[in-house]
């Protein structure tokens, strides 16, 4: 069984006894949040990192909170292999599910601006309820991206100018944020 299936039948039985009604930018805890998930303990520290450290990375896991959509986060490597992330679609009659693939040996700050721009991706495809299938993800991407890897002279890979804007506002978000005592480890 894969890491995002393990992740979804016990995010499942963590959804049902969720408190309904909680943000999970208001919480600050990404144990709280009930749409995007991982066991890995790096990835989960960048989401608790982000979450603290830029009002932006809570606003996209809110948003993704509140859609139908679960994100679940595994640290590997992508095709091509170049590509520090990458996401996919997951078909599963009951429930929308995108895989976020990352490398989660990257520093820090550059993990939680990977996973900014990834997260942002899902909100792209969860405001799209006719996205259910890698194909249908494709035709969202060729309308509102640009191809940005090729296979055979055909585009493999797709991005958007939005989730770029994005991973670079988190970016200034976290380089412009002061450390305070409990950062510095002094009073």
């Given at each position: 069984m894969a890491a995002w299936?393990?992740?979804?039948?016990?995010?499942?039985?963590?959804?049902?006894?969720?408190?309904?009604?909680?943000?999970?930018h208001a919480?600050?805890?990404v144990s709280r949040a009930t749409h995007v998930?991982?066991?890995?303990?790096?990835?989960?520290?960048?989401?608790?990192?982000?979450?603290?450290?830029?009002a932006s990375f809570g606003d996209v896991i809110a948003t993704l909170d509140s859609s139908d959509q679960?994100?679940?986060?595994?640290?590997?490597?992508?095709q091509p292999r170049e590509l520090r992330s990458c996401l996919h679609t997951v078909l599963n009659r009951e429930a929308r599910i995108v895989v976020v693939r990352i490398d989660a040996g990257q520093p820090?700050?550059?993990?939680?601006?990977?996973?900014?721009?990834?997260?942002?991706?899902?909100?792209?495809?969860?405001?799209?309820?006719?996205?259910?299938?890698?194909?249908?993800?494709?035709?969202?991407?060729?309308?509102?991206?640009?191809?940005s890897c090729f296979d055979g002279g055909k585009p493999a890979c797709w991005e958007t100018r939005a989730?770029?804007?994005?991973?670079n506002l988190v970016k200034s978000q976290l380089a412009s944020r002061h450390l305070n005592r409990e950062e510095t480890g002094r009073p």
């Open positions: 299936q393990r992740i979804f039948a016990a995010g499942a039985l963590a959804a049902t006894v969720a408190v309904c009604g909680r943000s999970v919480e600050r805890d998930r991982s066991t890995d303990p790096r990835v989960l520290n960048a989401l608790r990192y982000g979450l603290t450290r830029s679960t994100v679940y986060i595994e640290s590997g490597p992508c820090l700050k550059s993990l939680v601006a990977q996973l900014a721009h990834e997260l942002f991706h899902a909100v792209e495809i969860a405001q799209e309820p006719s996205v259910i299938d890698a194909g249908s993800m494709r035709l969202l991407y060729e309308r509102i991206g640009y191809p989730a770029c804007t994005f991973e």
